[in-house]
């Protein structure tokens, strides 16, 4: 498990795992969004982000109140 917070759109992810892409490669080369899917089920996450060929397999957290330090 990873174990940190994101803030995107201005709401708060904390991220679950962090997986590279080419694990949920299908055949075809395009990323398998039925697998990728069941495991995000599995985990109780509900955003998917990918970034710099990771994916983020994050849960929102409801009412967070974060502040932007400059």
Do not use: W
């Amino acid at each position: 498990m990873y174990n940190k917070t994101i803030i995107r759109d201005n709401i708060a992810y904390d991220i679950l795992h962090r997986i590279p892409v080419s694990n949920f490669r299908g055949r075809d080369g395009n990323i398998d969004k039925r697998t990728l899917g069941l495991f995000v089920a599995e985990v109780g996450a509900d955003k998917v982000m990918e970034v710099n060929r990771q994916l983020l397999i994050c849960k929102t957290i409801e009412d967070a109140e974060y502040e932007e330090i400059l």
